[in-house]
């Protein structure tokens, strides 16, 4: 079956960096858009990026030069590397097979003032 574990998670202080990853299995991962969302307490889940098959990507506004998403299709992770990471940006991560209902469980990221 379909699963997508996210790791990577933690504690870091304003300006530092952290990268997540997300490991997918049960399906054909490099024929898959993909992406990362975030959900901060008392607020709605919010998409942080996607990336398609061929690489491309974007971003939301509010981590648009900070945050980087790749994929390795022979790994069948993806990655999302945060730099100058800002207390807003402190949330639960999810990643998802883009447009479906498979999501991962989750990797808390705190972001200390």
């Known amino acids: 079956q379909v699963q997508l574990v996210e790791s990577g998670g933690g504690l870091v202080q304003a300006g530092g960096s952290l990268r997540l990853t997300c490991e997918a299995s049960?399906?054909?991962?490099?024929?898959?858009?993909m992406g990362w969302y975030r959900q901060a307490p008392g607020k709605q889940r919010e998409l942080v990026g996607s990336i398609t098959p061929a690489d491309e990507t974007n971003y939301a506004e509010a981590v648009k030069g900070r945050f980087t998403i790749s994929r390795d299709n022979v790994k069948n992770t993806m990655y999302l590397q945060m730099n100058n990471l800002k207390f807003e940006d402190t949330a639960v991560y999810y990643c998802?097979?883009?447009?479906?209902?498979?999501w991962g469980q989750g990797t808390q990221v705190t972001v200390s003032s």
């Open positions: 049960g399906y054909i991962f490099k024929l898959r858009t």
């Open positions: 998802r097979i883009h447009g479906s209902a498979y």
